[in-house]
Structure formats: structure tokens, C-alpha cells
């Protein structure tokens, strides 16, 4: 059968379990964009997913066996997808899959307009697949787990918390059906969401799952001000249990809008009340308490909620109750405690407004649709647009002229690109998008991909927009584009997001913007650059201001940005910001950071272009204005192909401080950061625990001494801890040796105490020589150091190993008789050394797919005896033993 060379879109589905097995054609599709694949068994998928780049949509569900085809593959087989927009996964369930979580990953593949993902299956699985990706502009997450007792999902927060538009999350739904409950994430008026959920029945295990999730979600839980609950399940067992919910609201500190709704209304009302603690408070933040309108059913809801009001005032705390008469939605439907059968004529207008309220905060671009349901309907919501928030939405498609005609002058909110959707609009949709923005004083939200020829046509609107209050404009395709100067916002204005946009005069733009929240400028044009004193002065009064981003594309036209810093009281202050993050040269960073003061700012992120000079001095200054760093006890030295950095930490906690200087030669890397480190020094002197690594080789890292890395680890004086991992084990003991060894009077870690050697097979024997000198020295100076070392060590006859793998070799070839060989897919087949061929050809008949993908499984005979010791490796492991305990882990200063 000839391949399908042309085919675009592949959607198959096997129903009733009937297995469906795809034919060798399928092997190569060039040209495919949308896969979809259900139940359906396909051995060289791998094959298919390599050849198909141009891929936008991916759907597996119950394809992927993970004991088969591991996340590292399927994460290697995405990373030629540059157009993947949605990927689906759904692995097949499998009882013996357990994995172990590697302690780092190397390269991640990017994903770089995927705004979609959907995982169904084990939480080892999805750890290991988003520890390979970045996706940047993710915004649609959503995530079930199955049949688990434990979950633990920290490499998914971190990859979450690599996404921009996940940073700050003020919206949580809690929602609990019969079979499972789940929490989702939102942020009003953007389209980012993340959803978690778990299936499971007992409404008692159910809030013992969230509560234990939300205390891995703390991050996300600090910015939640708008907290729902909804419960669909009937009443039932466990109805009566209160702790299960004061637990889980305990979670939620900064909670200031509460709604509930469903049938435990009145459990959730007592549970916020704490008769065996009064002094606690539950929901401490909260001021306003949404719910239904308790009908004559709900006598003990009411009871609740009156006496939970009082026992607040009486502690201080006063409450706003608001009734939402959302019961009537039930009600007419059918289902709710009154449910009785009604027509439209017999509602009333209120009821009418809230069943409208009630969509129009589920789906605010669909409500044009709802008022087509009879003329009633469109009249009473025509008399109040205004109370409702109503606004126009004009997307791809809307005929913008027709519309404004239909409607009265609403609110009008341009969506034709921007972010996440990437994509410029069509050549058709400029008309519409101009007869739009010409409604300058009504527009209030744009979203817009700005295209050549619309940029032409933007010259010709000279008012301002008065009432905008989201502007989010992106350039695609490496185009640089300089706004027209007549382009202008008013007051209003809370959000700001551009990407390769350059913006005539933008301090003066933004100095009467004191009401923004939120300034994300990323890959700024050298055309769009502002002298970093005129931007600070812009800043002043933005009481608001919770994120700041600047990013510059290229350097700075050649100008000198530095000037005297300003006196302490002149400053600038923005109490509100906590995020801020920078890519640019040091000067310029430097030179704003010197006029500006944010007292809660918790999350720094600098990444400083390379460049013969390092100026950081205010930057470290500005550091300690914050007050960061009293808690940052730790910090990472890492060393890549294309930059060093320096990640600060708390014990357990994020990354609130990072730096990095984007460059390949190792020795740039170490004199760079070494000069930032020396103006840093009084913050630094603070950090206990020093930790270097290296993910990828440098440039040049042969041609780096000991004495290159001692300018950057004497800025580090009063570390007592110092882990050194991977091909950096030798040189950094080469560097402290050759001080030590020229009998400094003091040495260059004075305090270290503990030296981790986390790698120790990069370490040759004159490196252990070395060690071993380093040691004495120390001691004989009077500042002694414990190395630690870790060994694999043989439980039986006690030999110790620097390698894993030279372990498990050494049990199967001298204790094999007590450790069985167990097939690594099924674990239910077992054998003993020197019986390789019955393991062979249980793989051949019990799981053909592996013996498909593995030529030497069929070659069993041509190959030599450590090419089928190697292939018998490859596809088993070793089981319990039968009469001994297992290996064990010690930490030893010597080796076998």
C-alpha cells in the first residue's frame, strides 16, 4: 500500500474495545495537522509522530502504553512540532507502572505556540513528560488523575510556574460531583485556566485529596481572592463531617469573595465557624459571603449563615452577606427543592436577569446568543446593559459594521490575535478590525496581532482610547513595528502586553496610567528603547503595579544611560509590585533599579546580555531594599552551552532571586558573573549553602583554570555546605586545593564544613589524590571539612560501588541465585542467569510490539555474549530477593 503523502487530518476510534491495528502506509504523513487516536494499536506511532511536523492538533487516548513508550520518547518525538497548538494525552492504565522521577533533566524540548494540554492517567507518568517540555504560552491546562492513593506532583508546578500567564491566579472553583471532585485555577477576563481533577466516590476522601493538593499549591492559593464551591452530589454519607471542610478552607488565607452553592451549603457555613478554637479564624480575609437565596427548605442554611455573621462581628470581622437567586435556575429546570412546571411568561424580571448573570459569568461572549430566546428576554436586558457588564466581543468572522448597528453603544472588546492566540488575522478581517478601533472612546480590551498592512492603516485614528484597559499587541515573524504616535490610551488602563512593538514616547504614555496592574514589554526593538530615568519617573504613582517586565531585543543605540543615582527620598515607590523581570544590558538595569523602591517584591528574574562590564551595584543595593534577601540561605551556580546563572533560594521553598548572563565561553561566564557576585557581596556573605552544576558543556571549558573559578567563590564567604555535581568535580577541587596548598593564612571558604561530591565517577584517580590533600590541608589550618561521597554498597558481601549499574551487575553475576531476572513490561515472567533465550522468546510471543521495535531480539543466535547479557539488560530487571534484604546506600570515603 503506497503512503498517504497528502493526508492532513487522521481520526480513528475503536469502540467496545474492538482493537484496531494501523497499516505500515501510515508510516510517513509529511503533511498531517491533525491526529486523533483512540484505542487504536499502532507499533510504529514513533515513526508516524517524527515524520509529521507540522502538526497542530495531537489526540492519543488509550494508545500509549507507559511500560512501552516512555514521556523521554514521547517528549524527543514533539521536538520538531513548532505548530502544535493542542495535545491530548491519554496513556493506557497499567497497575505495574512505577517509575522514579530523575533528580535533573537535561535539554527541554519548547513547544513554542502549544496553548492547549490534557492529561488523563498516573501522576509518575505526566512528571516525567512535562520535565522535558516548556510550552511559554500554555494557557489551557487541564489534568485528571486516576486510580491513585498518593499524588505528588511537584515537576508540574514547576513547569506551570515557567509559564508567564500562570503567575498570578485571583479565581478557584472547588467542585464536587458523586464521582470526583477537581479545582480549577482562572483568571477573570484571560484566557488562562488550570484545571486539576480526581476520581474518587467518598465525599470524605474527596476533601482529603484537595486538602492534601492545595497544600502543594500554596503558591497558587496566595493570590486567590474569589473562591467558589459547588457540590452536585446528593446528600448522603458523611454529611454531618465538618472537619473535612474547615481543612480544606484552612488552605485559603487570602480569600476575600466566598460563594458556595449546592446541597452542602450548610455543612460549608459550619465548618467556617471553630467552636473548639475560637481565636482561629477561617477565611481569615474574608469580607463578602455569596450564596443562594435560602428558600422555606433551608431553615438550618440560614441558621448557618446568621450565626457564622455574628460570631464574626463579635471577633471584629464584619461580613457582607449578598443573596444570589440562583436556586431559580434549578427550580426551572426541574430539579431544585420547588421545582414545579413554568414558562417563561410566568418568571419575572428578576428571575430573568439572574438565569442571564448566571451564563454571562459562565460563557461573557456567548450572551448575544441567549437573548435570541424570545423578544421578552432581549427587552428586559435591554433596559439594563450597564448593570449587567455586557460587552461586544469582535473576533475573526464578526461582521464588525452589522454589529454596532444591532446593539446600543457597549463596551467593545477586539480579539483578532495577541495572546495566547498567535495567529495575525486574515487580509478580510482588516475592515472590520479598523471599523472597530475607530470607536476609539467605546473600545475597551485588544488583543490583536499587528500585521504591515494594518499598521499602514492605524495612521488615521487620532483619538485617544479613553476607556481602554487591556492592550495586548504582538508582532510575528521577526517584524519589528514602530506604533504610529497618534496611537494613545487613557487612564483606565490596567494591563499593557507587547512583544517586538515599539511605542513612540512611552513614558509619557504611561505617566498617567496609575491605575496599571500589570506591564509585560518583552523583545523591545532598539527603535522602541527610553531612557531608563524618564521610564522610572513614569512609574511614579502606580500604587497597583503588581508585574514588570521589560525585555530588550538587541543592545541599547549607543548612548551612556549612567547617571548619579538619586537621594533615598527621592526615590520612586511601588508598594504592590512583586514580580519584576529583566533581559538587557547591566547599565540600563542598573540605572532604573537605582530609582526605584519595592518593599514586598518576593520574585526577581535578571537575565544581563554579556558585555565586557558588569554594572550592578544599585542592583544589588535595590536587593537589599527589598528584603528578600534575610530568608535566601541557598544559591545554585549553573553553567551552560549558552549562559551562567545564579538561583537563590529559601530551604524548600521557589526561587524568589535569579541571575543570569547570557553567554557560550566558560571564562566569560565565570569573569561576568564574578563581577556581579563582588558587588553583591553583603548579600551574599548570607548564603549557607553554595551548590554548582553544569547542564551542558561550555565553550572553551578546557581553557578555564582553577583561579577563574576562585573569583566567583570567594564572593561566596560564608557558605558552610558546598554540593559540586557532574564534569565540575575535578576543577573546583583543583581551585580550592591550589589556595589551600599555598598556605593561605585564610582560606577561601573559611565556614564550609560539609563538601558533597554528588558525582563521583567523573572523579579520576589523581582527583582523589587531590581530595585526599584537600582534606589534610584543612585540617592542619584549622578549618577542618567533612567530604561526603556517596556509594552503592553490596548488602551481601559488602563491596561498595560508585555506580549503580556496576551494583546490579555485580549481584546478578555473583549472588544470581538469590535475585530473579523479571521481564520489566509484565514483571509476571521470570529466569535465571544463563536462561536468556527463554526470556527472548517470552518477549517475542507475549509482547510483540517490543520485539518489533528491537531488530536484536531477532538476532539472538549472530550475537555474542555480552550482546545478549546487554539485551537481556535492556528489557528486565531484577526482582526481590528471596532470602536477603535489599542494597543499601552509605556514604564511605573510599571505593572498590
Known sequence: MMPFSELEDLVLLSRDGVPLTLPSAFLSCPRLRCLHLTGTAFPAILRLLYSATNLVDLQLHDVLNPLYFSPEVLTDALSGMAELRSLSLHPTFTANYDVVLPESW?????????????????SQYLERFVAGIDAPRLGDIEITFVNENIIS??????????IEMHKSHRRAHILSSERAISISFIQPGAPASLKLQFFCEPLNEQLLFMTRVCDYLSNFLF???????STTRPLGQGEGDYSGWRDLLNSFTSVQRFRVAGNFSTNIMRALQRPDRPRETVLPAMHKLC??????????????????????RLSGHHIAVEYERLSHIDELRGTGPLSQQVTIETLSDDIILNIFRYYLDTAPQAWPTLTYACQRWRQVIHTSPLGLNLRLYFTPGTPVLKALDCWPALPIMVQYGGFPNLDPPAPEDDDNIMAALKQSSRVSSIHLTVTSSLLSKLFVISEPYSGLEELVLLSRDNMQLTLPSTFRWGPRLRTLHS???????????LSRSHDLVDIQLHEIPSAGYFPPEAFANALSGMTHLRTLLLHFLSLPPRRNYLSLPPPSGERIVLPALMFLKYRGTSKYLDNLVARIDAPVLGDIEIALFSQPTMDASQLGR???????????SQAEVQTSGHAISISFTSSGSSTPLRLQISCKQLDWQLSSMAQVCDQFSPFLFRVNNLRINMTQSSSGQNDVDGEQWLELIRAFGGATDLPVASELTTVILCALGLVEGGHATVPVLPFLRNLHMENPTAMDEPSWDGLLSFITLRSRSGHPVQVNVPFDQCHICHASFREK???????????GYYYPILCSYCRDF???????????????????????????????????????????????????????APSTTVTAPHSQ
Open 223 to 229: 493570590n486567590v481572592e474569589d473562591l467558589r464551591i
Open 106 to 122: 537535561g535539554r527541554r524540548v519548547v513547544l513554542p505556540i502549544l496553548t492547549r494540554l490534557e492529561f488523563r492517567g498516573f
Open 622 to 632: 535595590f536587593v537589599e531594599r527589598t528584603g528578600i534577601q534575610t530568608s535566601l
Open 153 to 162: 506532583f511537584p515537576t508540574l508546578l514547576e513547569f506551570v510556574d515557567r
Open 499 to 509: 512583544t517586538k512593538i515599539a511605542f513612540p514616547s512611552l513614558p509619557q504614555l
Open 830 to 884: 521470570e529466569h535465571r542467569p544463563g536462561h536468556n533465550r527463554l526470556f527472548l522468546d517470552h518477549l517475542r510471543r507475549t509482547h510483540p510490539n517490543v520485539a518489533y521495535n528491537d531488530d536484536h531480539v531477532w538476532k539472538y543466535y549472530s550475537l555474542t555474549l555480552d550482546q545478549r547479557d546487554s539485551l537481556v539488560t535492556r528489557h528486565s530487571l531484577l526482582g526481590t530477593p528471596e532470602t536477603v
Open 805 to 815: 549499574k556496576g551494583l546490579d551487575r555485580h549481584l546478578v553475576d555473583q549472588h
Open 291 to 312: 450564596l443562594p437565596q435560602p428558600g422555606q427548605r433551608y431553615a438550618p442554611l440560614k441558621e448557618a449563615v446568621v450565626s457564622f455573621v455574628i460570631s464574626r
